[in-house]
């Protein structure tokens, strides 16, 4: 089988004896499980090693991040494509928890989610950790060990799909990266996480991590609607007035009182229309459940989009698929 060869020159704080790692400011893990799909959680470490690089140039101090791989037992951990990767064991030196806790699924997932020991040791390690985040069969595990109440913790990336082919795992590789920007954000700043994302994605970076200067001398109009934009491309996933106004570069709230000036609507209520509108194409156009659509159109579960649909439209989901496609073969 094939072996991942991590260069340990270049990333030695993935994986170092416990008695010789510097304290990072920041402690990331990624729980894997076998036939855990590689380019996510792969994405989500070349983020972070992208992060310490950078930051390392500009202050010459400790990396902000450390990143352990975990797993059950610890050792060898192979892939969907039969890459091998090295974790650690999860046990009480974890305990205290983690900034941000990946869980990545994979075929092992499924026997995972009914493993007492590892339930009971994520209960311990949730209630201590910032934020959870699920890749693919990982939101089984996590809905297996219960509810937690970590604001950061959302499902955003359902996973790759095999019927869905090639554009879901380009999807979901975007999402995994735009996850881990919003953490480098928040931690250290728009023009560090800027310079992330133009290093590991750079056709996405200026939507997904949009500076100030990108106003330039545009006009008040042209750039509320180059916020509006902006919101529509990344509609699918939390989008903050904090962030659309960045991109306006206006205060807060300056940008809602010119917002809806211009667009004769909120930011919010222009975002949900937005949203709605693409839940619609979807259901008129593709097969697709209703949870998936509400994941993809950023409105989070079916319950929320068909409780959405019933106060907008008066109707269903499934109603408005069904009577959309009867007025179209009319």
């Not at 450390?66 to 305990?95: H, K």
């Not at 590892?118 to 910032?130: A, F, I, K, M």
């Amino acid at each position: 089988m094939p072996q991942m060869h991590l260069d340990t020159a270049r990333i030695t704080w993935l994986h170092t004896p416990a008695l010789n790692v510097r304290t990072a400011a920041r402690r990331i893990g990624i729980l894997l499980f076998d036939g855990f799909w590689l380019l996510g959680p792969g994405t989500v470490v070349e983020m972070f090693q992208s992060a310490n690089e950078l930051s390392d140039t500009r202050g010459g101090e400790d990396p902000p991040y450390e990143v352990q791989f975990l797993s059950m037992d610890g050792g060898n951990v192979a892939s969907s494509s039969l890459a091998r990767i090295w974790t650690d064991r999860i046990d009480t030196r974890f305990s205290s928890g983690f900034d941000v806790l990946f869980i990545a699924g994979g075929s092992g997932a499924h026997a995972a989610a009914r493993d007492e020991r590892l339930l009971n040791w994520l209960r311990v390690v949730q209630s201590r950790t910032r934020a959870i985040e699920t890749i693919g069969e990982g939101r089984l595990v996590l809905e297996a060990a219960g509810p937690t109440e970590h604001d950061g913790l959302m499902n955003r990336y359902p996973g790759a799909v095999a019927s869905e082919g090639a554009f879901s795992a380009a999807n979901d590789r975007n999402d995994c990266a735009r996850c881990a920007l919003m953490f480098i954000k928040r931690d250290l700043g728009a023009e560090l996480a800027r310079s992330v994302a133009d290093r590991v994605m750079p056709d996405m970076a200026a939507t997904w991590v949009p500076l100030p200067a990108e106003g330039g001398t545009l006009s008040v109009a042209e750039k509320i609607r180059a916020a509006a934009r902006w919101m529509e491309a990344n509609c699918d996933r939390p989008v903050s007035v904090a962030d659309a106004a960045q991109v306006a570069a206006m205060s807060e709230r300056n940008f809602l009182r010119r917002f809806k000036h211009e667009m004769q609507v909120t930011p919010s209520d222009y975002l949900l229309q937005v949203r709605l509108r693409i839940a619609c194409n979807f259901l008129t156009e593709t097969e697709l459940p209703v949870d998936k659509i509400a994941r993809r159109s950023g409105t989070g579960n079916g319950d929320r989009l068909a409780k959405i649909f019933r106060k907008r439209m008066a109707l269903s989901p499934t109603e408005y698929r069904a009577r959309s496609r009867a007025a179209i073969e009319a």
